[in-house]
């Protein structure tokens, strides 16, 4: 077993081999095909195969949603019961979206007019208490 307090803390940082500029114009002038040969040779990172790519899940856009409902962050909020400034975390990057807001996401980038009726009906004002007795919401 390795003992870390006897590492060698002597070696300054021009020890420490450092990985050469990247030559941008090198690989911009790569073809399609020379691009993933480099990338297939890539142990660390190879690329993802068919199979892999069919299994994931793309996390939805925020943005991209409300843009494509033509809503201001503030109208796609109120509209949807979506904190303002937890859409504008999730649309600058600062957070992401959980599990249960990626679903909610999703309904909404496919039914975003079932969702406000929803969300505008009475029935959706009401509280469901545990006994079983229903409250309206203030």
Not at 20 to 43: M, S
Not at 65 to 90: M, P, V, Y
Not at 93 to 103: H, I, L, T, Y
Request: proline residues 7%.
């Amino acid at each position: 077993m390795h003992n870390f307090d006897d590492r060698d803390t002597t070696k300054g940082e021009e020890d420490i081999p450092r990985r050469g500029k990247t030559d941008w114009a090198r690989i911009e002038a790569l073809t399609g095909e020379q691009a993933l040969q480099n990338a297939i040779a890539d142990e660390d990172s190879p690329p993802l195969t068919d199979d892999q790519l069919a299994r994931m899940r793309r996390i939805p856009d925020p943005q991209e949603i409300r843009q494509r409902l033509g809503l201001t962050q503030r109208e796609f909020s109120q509209q949807f019961q979506i904190a303002l400034g937890r859409l504008r975390d999730w649309e600058q990057g600062a957070r992401r979206p959980d599990s249960a807001a990626k679903a909610y996401l999703r309904v909404i980038a496919a039914a975003p007019d079932a969702v406000r009726r929803i969300l505008q009906s009475k029935e959706s004002q009401r509280i469901v208490t545990p006994a079983g007795t229903r409250h309206q919401s203030p």
